[in-house]
């Protein structure tokens, strides 16, 4: 039995390797997300264990927000004399080094880095990492020095200037040094970094002089980091982060690994789907080949082979053909993840100080994974075909027709219980539990869909074909399409899924963004708004609320002078700042919450806001007002105290002197803007807003005041449509990734059309023969073949968008958008790629068709 | 049909003229058509006959253009194939030739009178409905025209080939052993059909079989041995063919003994 298996595998070469190749596709992408994922992972744990080498202990302050920040709070001079006092410390030195030093390219625009900090340091000379590669250290305040990546990204050189954002507006230095890193690195994961001098570096990066970001301490001989990190923390207490140089190490790596995380999400995503459709490819391929040799294993079971043998012979085959494409799959997809690498490198200015790490427990589950795939695939055809009687396989051409009534009825349970959840949630039935309802309905659905395709291929192709075949090639074509609903539907089955996805997410975005233009202009009355790229963008996420720092990262800020000249500009009425931080607040539900600042008599009137008790004036220094949903939350009224704890400052009290109906622009509590400039995580405000006076000329005024803030290219003056847009930018990007995500799936969807389509042709080899020998051209071949195809996948696209526009529909009304706006174009255009992958899914079956050998395929020859 | 009359008068509905054809190359090369000139007359029924290995599908696929020849030149009434693009041949094909197969050979998705009329609707033709209606009823198959293949018998399928070849009125039906999947009473329908086509319709129809029955129904008998022509029987009964094949058995036998032994 084996030798004839074996036999019969070479003689179907090309189907086989049809068959395999979905595998190949589906442990590709799993095992090029392990390595690449593993890969990157020990880059960076090596470049911050290299980076804390030389450090025993680290101190520094406790956040003084509870959210994931990175804003630690700088450290005074006294915590150094208190720790000069440890005994088993060595060394103890305090360090200048933080996020937020943005240097200007000579484009004129901020240089941009995707991830790393852009760091402002104090220059302690070439110790530690630090190695010079040209030039000297920063000796006056006006000079830095720079590391090698940003010189070469932003072309600097020794001898020439950088402009430099930092918590004090732009200002110009002179570059005296260009360093490297110990072990040759030009960037520290890609960051930049300028050195300035101590002074310098504390009052711009950390806000003011005599303080540090952290402290190193090395340990005296034969003292272990451990004891010496409990005996500094014995001397300063519980209000101090006191770390080993491997905790620091491993907490910075881990911050740094953040966004692999969601490069490890994408690609396991991504394998995951295309392993889920591997599934669907290799199932229909084996069906079709199984199919195909009915009669040679109905001949083999009329010779006596028992029906476990002919599983067996056909499993055989899965299996070899899945450790074979499996094997193929993890070796490209080890040569994938060589490419991600260096592309991730060439994108990100970082380089990884290690070669391709191949987690091999990883690679043998990738491995395991695909093959099993393949056999489970290959099981439900290899059962099905040692049912069918000997005889009956024998004739020719055994029964393609197999009832529909058991799978219509399987998919008809999950498709009603679907439909009644999405039901529920949209007329809400289901109360606080629509979300969970909406989520089960459109998987559900989705199943059922799946299983009715089928059955409503049988009624819906024939109407999708007449649209298509208007000759008779093109009917033959279609008649081939309606002639295996089955097999249409399995064929189908991605495209379906995908498309629902994406025309899911076009709905929904498309909604999110009528709903976050409409909010935006009619919570917005300021005419003109001043902010940098992202501030805008976060007043208009979906979270609503004001924009917030809360990566602990320094948002793009400008000068609060700006607003006061901007207030004397001809036809401005009314031009105020708005401050933001991430605060921490205390009371019957502690917790961080969106902070502002600024002079509330003004933000009134811009932002349209609402006093509901007390006045919105200009407040004191202690006084805060804050809105009433912050409010009820923890259990306050006006008059009462407030503790509220800034990133920079810490708690401090505030007393309640009024309340606000809580706008999208606007939410949590408001402060005085000198507080703000002490206490908020940036001094300088990240919103200017302007409104004109009756008649003024907008036009005119914007380029006013667009001329204030012309030497900060982190700023920009929109009016309320571009800030509509910019507002809805941060959803385009989501959108487009996702889209990218779904367009790699539509090529393997793509794939699978193809497939089927050439088991199809070789299947129906005869046919074809016979069409050629009563005359159909090779042309009418290739038009039956594409008609064929394009019917199939513009059926598998027209239900695939249907159900996700229904379900995306339905999201919008459960999430209660303002509007449902169908992006008519959008849908068009996913059609159109339907149809391509239609079209690309018939070459090379059509080209097939069209030279079959006439006599060999009638079998007379 | 008065233009096939004025055809009779001019003679020739195909024509193989020198044709020679070999299979493979060197050592292993089998010359299956030998010089081979044969005339097909139009408004006849032509059978060809001959030992297994003889040529007689070979010579049939020449004429239908299905096939191509080593040397020497083969016609379709006035049209020389011989030449001819693939595009071309396709279309003679579909307009000036008809096919009846052994294995029925019709599409499984297409409905009986979908399949008959499939050559002309590939042409975008409209079948004459008198003429549809006449074949339709001279094949006796009024009553399962919109049954699909699968539900006809096998002397109902092939009858609905005969149809298939007939309608578009080619210069020539060809048939290659039309009877071997049949048992004898459907094998008799499809013979007595192709004889009122030849008779009634002066349909012109070449005949591949290696049975001396289906042979007889035929108005001559060319006997092929190893790619050439040997005999001919005009009118023939069961018995002349029967004995004819006999002694081109043991021609052939005679040919290679050794071979055999």
Redesign the interface.
């Known amino acids: 039995m084996l030798r004839a298996t074996l036999k019969g595998l070479l003689a179907r070469k090309l189907r086989l390797a049809l068959a395999g190749l979905a595998v190949v596709l589906g442990v590709t992408a799993v095992s090029a997300a392990m390595v690449t994922t593993e890969t990157i992972g020990n880059g960076f744990d090596a470049i911050f264990a290299t980076a804390a080498s030389d450090v025993d202990v680290s101190v520094s302050a406790r956040p003084n927000v509870d959210e994931s920040t990175t804003f630690a709070p700088p450290l005074p001079a006294s915590v150094l004399e208190e720790l000069d006092a440890v005994r088993d410390a060595e060394s103890v030195t305090g360090v200048v080094s933080a996020d937020g030093a943005r240097p200007i390219g000579p484009d004129g625009k901020v240089i941009s880095v995707q991830g790393p900090p852009r760091l402002g340091v104090a220059w302690a000379g070439e110790t530690g990492m630090t190695r010079l590669r040209e030039g000297r250290g920063p000796r006056a305040a006006n000079e830095v020095a720079i590391n090698a990546g940003l010189a070469e990204q932003g072309g600097f050189g020794v001898g020439g200037t950088i402009d430099v954002l930092t918590l004090r507006p732009r200002q110009t230095f002179q570059v005296v040094g260009i360093y490297g890193y110990r072990n040759g690195l030009d960037t520290m994961g890609g960051g930049t970094e300028v050195a300035f001098t101590e002074p310098v570096a504390q009052q711009l990066i950390l806000g003011r002089t005599g303080v540090y970001s952290s402290v190193t301490m090395t340990a005296a001989d034969g003292v272990s980091p451990e004891k010496l990190r409990d005996q500094v923390a014995d001397v300063l207490g519980s209000s101090y982060l006191v770390r080993t140089g491997d905790e620091l190490a491993e907490q910075t790596a881990s911050e740094g690994q953040a966004f692999l995380e969601t490069v490890r999400m994408v690609l396991l995503a991504f394998s995951g789907l295309s392993l889920l459709i591997g599934i669907f490819l290799i199932l229909n391929t084996f069906s079709i080949l199984v199919a195909q040799r009915t009669s040679e294993l109905a001949l083999v079971a009329a010779l006596g082979a028992r029906r476990r043998q002919i599983v067996g012979s056909v499993l055989v085959e899965a299996a070899l053909v899945g450790v074979l494409a499996s094997a193929v799959g993890v070796g490209a997809g080890i040569a994938v993840s060589t490419l991600l690498k260096s592309f991730m490198e060439s994108q990100s200015g970082a380089q990884l100080p290690v070669g391709l790490t191949v987690p091999m427990p990883d690679l043998v589950l990738a491995f395991v994974v695909g093959v099993l795939v393949t056999l489970v695939a290959a099981l439900v055809p290899a059962v099905r075909a040692s049912r069918v009687p000997p005889v009956a396989a024998m004739r020719e ?1 055994a ?1 393609e027709q197999r009832s529909l009534t058991g799978i219509t009825v399987a998919g008809a349970v999950p498709a009603a219980l679907g439909t009644a959840g999405l039901v529920a949630a949209v007329t809400g039935i289901a109360g606080d539990f629509r979300w969970l309802a909406l989520g089960g309905g459109v998987v559900l659905a989705l199943l059922g869909l799946a299983l009715l395709t089928p059955v409503a291929s049988r009624y819906l192709l024939p109407a999708v074909g007449r649209l298509l075949s208007w ?3 093109g ?2 074509g279609r ?2 399409a ?2 295996n609903p089955r097999r249409t539907a399995i064929t189908v089955a991605t495209l379906v899924v995908t498309l629902g996805l994406v025309g899911g997410v076009g709905v929904v975005a498309e909604s999110l963004r009528g709903d976050v233009s409409s909010v935006v202009a009619s919570d917005l009355t300021a005419d003109l708004v001043i902010s940098g790229d992202g501030v805008s963008a976060r007043a208009g996420g979906q979270s609503g609320g004001p924009p917030t720092a809360a990566d602990g990262r320094i948002m793009p800020t400008f000068a609060p002078e700006v607003v006061e000249r901007a207030r004397e500009v001809p036809g401005v009425a009314v031009a105020t700042a708005q401050y933001v931080d991430t605060v921490q607040l205390d009371g019957r539900a502690p917790g961080p919450s969106p902070g502002n600042a600024g002079d509330l008599s003004r933000l009134e009137s811009v932002l349209g806001l609402e006093a509901v008790d007390g006045t919105l004036r200009t407040l004191a220094r202690d006084e805060v007002v804050v809105d009433t949903e912050t409010l009820a939350d923890q259990g306050l009224a006006v008059g009462d105290r407030i503790r509220v704890s800034t990133q920079r400052a810490g708690w401090q009290e505030y007393r309640v002197v009024g309340s606000y109906e809580p706008n999208f622009l606007l939410r949590g509590p408001v402060l005085a803007p000198e507080v703000a400039a002490e206490r908020f995580v940036s001094p300088l405000p990240a919103l200017g807003y302007v409104e004109l006076e009756p008649g003024a000329d907008a036009a005119a005024v914007k380029s006013s005041v667009s001329e204030l803030v012309a030497d900060n290219p982190e700023v920009t003056v929109a009016d309320q449509t571009q800030l509509a847009s910019d507002a809805s930018s941060r959803l385009d990007i989501a959108e487009i990734m996702l889209y990218v995500l779904l367009g790699l799936s539509v090529v393997i969807g793509i794939l699978g059309v193809v497939n089927t389509m050439a088991l199809s042709i070789l299947e129906r080899t ?2 074809l023969g ?11 071949m290739v038009h039956m073949v594409v008609a064929e195809s394009l019917v199939m996948s513009v059926f598998g696209g027209l239900v695939g968008l249907a159900f996700g526009t229904l379900a995306g529909a339905a999201f919008v009304s459960v999430a209660g958008l303002a509007v449902l706006a169908v992006p008519w174009a959008s849908l068009a255009l996913f059609l159109g790629l339907a149809i391509l992958a239609g079209l690309v899914a018939a070459l090379a079956p059509s080209t097939r068709a069209a030279r079959v050998n ?2 060999a395929a ?3 020859r | 049909m008065t233009t096939v009359s004025q055809h009779t008068i001019t003679g020739l509905a195909a024509r193989a003229d020198g044709v020679t054809k070999t299979f493979g190359t060197g050592a292993t090369a089998v010359t299956a058509l030998n010089d081979l000139t044969v005339n097909v007359q139009r408004g006849q029924f032509t059978a060809i006959m001959g030992p297994s290995g003889s040529g007689k ?1 070979t010579l049939m ?1 020449c004429l239908a253009g ?2 191509t020849v080593d040397s020497g030149e083969v016609w379709i009434g006035e049209t020389r194939l011989t030449g001819l693009g ?2 071309a041949l ?6 000036r ?1 008809g ?1 009846i ?1 052994q ?1 029925f ?1 019709l ?4 409905s009986a009178e979908e399949n008959i009329t ?2 002309l ?4 033709r409209r079948p004459d409905a008198r003429w549809f209606d006449t074949v339709v009823e001279a094949v006796g198959l009024a009553d399962r025209l919109t049954h699909r293949p ?1 539900e006809l018998s096998g002397g109902q399928q092939q009858r609905v080939a005969c149809a ?1 070849a007939l309608l578009p009125k080619p210069d020539v039906i060809f048939a ?1 052993e039309p009877t071997g999947n049949l048992d004898s009473r459907s094998g008799g329908d499809i013979l007595r059909f192709l004889r009122r086509s030849v008779e009634e319709f002066n349909q012109t129809i070449v005949m591949v079989t290696h049975d001396p029955n289906a042979a007889a129904f035929a108005d001559r008998v060319v006997f092929l041995l190893d790619g050439r022509l040997v005999h001919e029987l005009r009118d023939p009964d069961a018995d002349d063919v029967l004995d004819t094949m006999k002694a081109l058995d043991a021609l052939g036998q005679d040919a290679e003994p050794r071979a055999r032994a």
């Open positions: 051409a029964a000759s008779t090639p009917k033959l008649r081939n309606e002639r005869r046919e016979l069409l050629r020998a009563i005359g159909m051209r090779r042309s009418h006439i006599l009638i079998g007379d | 599908s696929h299905l096939d693939d595009k396709a279309d003679v094909r579909r307009n030739v096919f197969f294995q050979n599409l499984p998705t297409l499939l050559p609707a590939i042409a975008s699968s298939r290659d």
